[in-house]
């Protein structure tokens, strides 16, 4: 990479080597990731909505049967036997939810007799949403530009150089792996190996216009259409095959689009013809809509379109470029990767290159998730949070389900992962994971923030049920532990607790983390039933917290993170769950000093044994520190994740590639420059010592307000402006 930083670009001296290398683009839906490759150009491609499998009914029917079993093997501390019974009882039926996949690649095969290149370079403009390539071979300066327009609904790409007619290359579009070989077409042994493997089938649908048709696979299967219109100025261009070959061209513009039944086909009922044709021609209007328009439009309406929300927020921060470009490039994947009409960032935003990717590649809702939506109102891009709501919705109706066939509960439950079905039902047979139940809650939880910070009665109005249904499956499903209420079975998230006897144990009642959301949920109900004027669950919301156990402080001074001062067996654990109250919640602060150092203790003892390992663990220090008001520390974690646990294109790494330690680093920076809380604005709260001059524009406030201006030199403020 490129040494000098400029704080709106990420910058290379070569091509991409290997995906972590590339550059990624993005509209919300349509993602692409850039290698820059001289002789063949390669952008992997996805589409948001292109997931393995339809939807499947995989609630356990013998949930509801063994879940007084399962609870009693608890209380009577046989916890082997107990998490044995929910392996079986409670898991998914089958275990896995469905993943996502990608959408393909484009070839651009360029045909060049001089192998040789210099003066090198791939960029991403932060600023703009643009990817750019430039080299030179012998006297030709050459160029390529990338952006993925939300207005257009289109990837646009321009093949250009300053010379007329220097141009000839091939244009293929495939659904498979790689080229077998990244050398000039002329050279390749074995030509596109696998590069059409999952494939339907590929042809001209016109002049020029490639069409890709494939099937994501499983039963009910999403089907895919991606269409690839090459518009060439000078030279010729000849369709043969599958393959566009353009020879001596002056100038290309290639515009690319996908659809998919997911969103095309309402009636799921239809014949796979029938919804294949809708598909493909919802993907041919995408690309007539915007093949009449010169390049400069397309790019022009995609600047301002992006630059309307990006240019929300200005940060400058004296002789700490890292930081503020690590910031910025938060904020322009939260762009990119979530916006009205696409799904929620997944753990990878958008961008993954993997036929069977890590985790699925779902909505991990034990903190993956909502870690992604943190800076989305701080950082004043409140519209990007829409597409969590818009999955919110699908999760609530299938959740209403799980909760009764498996609980026999009212309300709507999720436990740790869902997909782009919303489906609701356990993922996976990980007792250390599979089977909590306060996914859908925690999520139910950014309607409330989403709320305080934009003060839309309306909108508060349309999504409170969702909060209401959360609340009222966590009040079925409580049970009675003496004078308390608490979950069972339950889990602190990932973690592992070593019983006096030697024992490990994972499953448990009345976690800490279950009882700091319940807290917060319960309590956002009551405060939007107010707002609303109306009476649905405060009544009984206000009873059951009475009975929610408190918080309380471990024999080592950390906050006790089980019902009981149990051992961990990994103190160095990535999960910190124990302190949802500090943050993301702010039930622990600065008016509740001996649990504020307890909660400072507990991030300094996961620290000393090895804790923050994964990017956005580290991400969660960073705000954690944050709301301690410990600035040096903060930022101290800040540059360890940018230097030590990002990739080199600076994507987050967990390992492996995760986004949401881009997100929640992007939330921790915003955070030490201001808080909202309990009604009090805090400025420059976590302020670190070599942070001694800067400003910041445009961060959203609780409360409906905008820091439209902050200024600070040597500590002190020099300037603010709230409106």
Request: charged share 25%; net charge negative; hydrophobic share 35%.
């Amino acid at each position: 990479m490129i040494k000098s930083i400029d704080v709106q670009r990420i910058e290379f001296d070569k091509p991409a080597d290997n995906w972590n290398e590339a550059l990624p683009v993005g509209n919300g839906r349509l993602g692409g990731m850039v290698f820059g490759n001289v002789h063949t150009e390669r952008i992997q491609l996805n589409e948001d909505s292109v997931w393995y499998g339809g939807f499947k009914d995989r609630n356990n029917p013998s949930a509801f049967d063994k879940l007084e079993e399962i609870r009693k093997l608890i209380f009577e501390g046989r916890i082997k036997e107990a998490e044995d019974l929910c392996a079986l009882a409670l898991s998914g039926l089958p275990e896995e939810q469905s993943h996502y996949e990608p959408l393909g690649n484009l070839f651009i095969e360029f045909d060049q007799d001089n192998y040789e290149y210099l003066e090198y370079k791939r960029e991403l403009d932060i600023q703009n949403a643009c990817v750019s390539v430039s080299y030179k071979i012998g006297d030709v300066n050459y160029k390529r530009e990338v952006f993925s327009s939300y207005p257009a609904g289109c990837m646009v790409i321009k093949l250009s150089s300053d010379k007329k007619g220097m141009l000839s290359f091939r244009v293929n579009i495939g659904r498979g792996y790689a080229p077998w070989e990244n050398v000039p077409y002329k050279e390749q042994v074995v030509r596109k190996q696998n590069y059409n493997k999952f494939v339907d089938d590929i042809n001209f649908a016109d002049t020029h216009l490639q069409v890709m048709n494939a099937t994501a696979g499983g039963k009910d299967p999403i089907l895919v259409s991606c269409a690839v219109k090459t518009i060439v100025t000078g030279g010729t261009a000849e369709d043969i095959g599958n393959t566009l070959v353009v020879k001596n061209a002056d100038e290309a513009v290639i515009i690319l689009a996908a659809e998919t039944s997911f969103r095309v086909c309402k009636d799921y009922g239809s014949s796979e013809v029938i919804k294949s044709g809708l598909v493909k021609k919802a993907a041919l209007s995408d690309i007539e809509k915007n093949s009449n328009k010169a390049w400069d439009e397309l790019l022009n309406e995609h600047v301002e379109d992006y630059r309307n929300l990006y240019d929300r927020v200005k940060l400058e921060i004296e002789g700490d470029e890292d930081s503020v470009r690590f910031f910025n490039f938060g904020r322009y994947l939260l762009i990119a990767s979530s916006r009205p009409g696409s799904l929620p960032a997944n753990l990878q935003g958008i961008w993954n290159e993997d036929y069977f990717p890590m985790w699925g590649s779902r909505f991990t809702i034990n903190i993956n998730t909502e870690m992604n939506y943190w800076p989305a109102n701080i950082c004043n891009l409140s519209e990007c949070e829409k597409p969590l709501f818009d999955l919110l919705e699908r999760v609530r109706v299938n959740g209403k389900v799980t909760a009764q066939k498996m609980y026999g509960c009212d309300g709507f439950v999720a436990h740790h992962n869902t997909d782009i079905w919303g489906d609701t039902a356990p993922q996976d047979v990980c007792i250390s994971s599979s089977y909590w139940v306060l996914g859908g809650a925690w999520l139910s939880l950014h309607i409330w923030e989403h709320y305080l910070f934009n003060q839309d009665k309306d909108f508060l109005n349309k999504y409170y049920p969702i909060m209401r249904d959360a609340a009222v499956f966590i009040m079925d499903f409580l049970c009675e532990d003496n004078e308390n209420l608490v979950l069972c079975p339950t889990l602190s998230p990932e973690n592992t607790y070593i019983l006096s006897n030697g024992e490990k144990g994972v499953i448990c009642k009345g976690a800490t983390m279950d009882n700091e959301i319940i807290r917060e949920l319960l309590n956002a109900c009551i405060e939007a039933e107010n707002i609303l004027g109306i009476e649905s669950a405060s009544s009984k919301a206000l009873k059951t917290l009475e009975r929610i156990p408190g918080l309380k402080i471990s024999k080592n001074g950390t906050i006790m993170e089980w019902n009981e001062d149990y051992k961990e067996a990994e103190p160095g654990h990535r999960h910190i769950s124990q302190l949802f109250a500090l943050y993301p919640a702010w039930q622990i602060n600065d008016k509740t000093p001996e649990l504020f150092e307890a909660a400072r203790k507990t991030i300094e003892r996961r620290l000393s044994f090895g804790g923050g390992h994964s990017g956005w663990s580290r991400a969660w220090i960073i705000n954690m520190y944050a709301r301690l008001g410990m600035g040096n520390e903060a930022l101290d974690n800040l540059h360890t994740l940018i230097e030590k646990q990002t990739l080199p294109n600076l994507f987050d790494n967990h390992p492996p590639f995760q986004i949401d330690g881009n997100f929640g680093a992007a939330a921790g920076i915003a955070e030490m420059l201001v808080q909202s809380i309990n009604k009090e604005v805090k400025l420059l709260p976590a302020l670190p010592d070599k942070w001694k001059k800067g400003r910041v524009e445009g961060l959203k406030l609780r409360g409906g307000k905008t820091l439209k201006l902050l200024e600070w030199e040597n500590g002190n403020i020099v300037k603010s402006i709230i409106e």
